[in-house]
């Protein structure tokens, strides 16, 4: 049996009572508008409400921002312990977002803030307020509008465990601990993510870089780089390769696209495509086969925080925002693909109403083509490197995320009391 086993058995054998913020609460109240251009680099340590979704985590004991307490009106402080709501935001899911100050400074607290006050242990109520079934009555508590708004009877309505002092320190003893493993793990593992993408990077840009010389194109080789068993096919590889634009390489089928029509519209089993990839899955289909799809217009064409090609494969429907192409070959279509993602594109997008590559900009686009055994080599590579950086399903993300699961898993577990009757 552990302690914690220990502590529960002796002080509440028949279970935990469960209260809401209401009842735990010792006062409640709003926080006082913070300008932007009232926040300094020395002063008063402040918190706006965006901070509490950027900056802080579940508790924080210094305050990243401050400002002149003199320029304040209705001046709002909060001191150590006190949790502090973000009750303005833009998802249903982190609407209500809370976090503990443990800090020892008197701070001033910003508009879109609710403070409450309590006699409980701080952490405990970090992680208490932190879990799953927390959230999901946070979210319940929410007006949608252009933002998510929260507001003070919602949050007291918030009902969590509240066991004995003696429990909630050891489950923030336990808690803390865990937390700390937890995180050392998953930034031993986002760093060697960041290294895999950095060696990604590095070969995509290396194999698919060529030098124009003479008038002829070779490829770019770094021999340093090569290992033993590919220096063969780099020597091989330096042979002429064609410049070629996209309708000479492949079909465009632009002409099969189009919007979904009202009686497709209707929730099916087939992916309906737009500029950044899915957006729907309807009743209906226009293509079935393996194709590109190329960006046409969208934000992505300037903020390329999405890829602007994608393979697709199967029975899809496509709308006019993405260009569609087909290739005689899986490697060719790869090819295509990471080329594409790799290259800045922005002397072919317009920019009028908004971002747009059309079909007579994408077709001035030259593609360095070397010979299909190349191509089948290149592909090899950064799909391997694909796999282990950028796949949700292998690779390090999927670890990086299961990591996260099992602690909220267990987290979510040991905040988990049966109920005093």
Partial sequence: MTKLD??????????????????IATEFYRGSGIKREQVTDKGTPCVRYGEIYTTYNI????????????????????NHGDVLFAI???????????????GDDKCLAGGDIVVMKHNQDPKYLAYALSTTNAQQQKSKGRVKSKVVHSNVPAIKSIVI??????????????????????????????SELELRKKQYEYYRNSLLTFNINSGTIKKTADSRQQTADSRQQTADSRRLVRLMTLNEIGKNLDYKRKPVTKNVRKVGKYPYYGASGIVDYVSDYLLDGDYLLISEDGANLIARNTPIAFSVSGKIWVNNHAHVMQ?????????????????DLSKYISTAAQPKLNQEN?????????????????????????????DITSGLPAEITARRKQYEYYRDKLLTFKEAA
């Fill in 6 to 23: 220990r502590l529960i058995a002796e002080l509440c054998p028949n279970g935990v009572e469960y209260k809401t913020l209401g009842e």
């Fill in 59 to 78: 508790w924080f004991d210094k305050c990243v921002s401050f400002t002149n307490e003199n320029e304040i009106n209705s001046k709002k402080y909060f």
């Fill in 88 to 102: 303005t935001g833009e998802s249903v899911e982190e609407i209500a977002k809370s976090c503990v100050y443990i």
């Fill in 161 to 190: 465990p509240v066991p004995p002092h003696p429990i909630q320190e050891e489950i923030v003893r336990i808690m803390d601990k865990y937390t700390v493993l937890e995180t050392e793990l998953e930034m031993m593992l986002q």
């Fill in 327 to 343: 290739f005689e070959t899986y490697a060719t279509r790869r090819y295509i693909e990471f080329y594409l993602n790799s290259i």
């Fill in 362 to 390: 994408l077709n001035k686009i030259l593609i360095p083509v070397p010979p299909l055994e190349e191509q089948k080599h290149i592909v090899s590579i950064l799909d391997r490197f694909d796999a282990l950086t950028s």
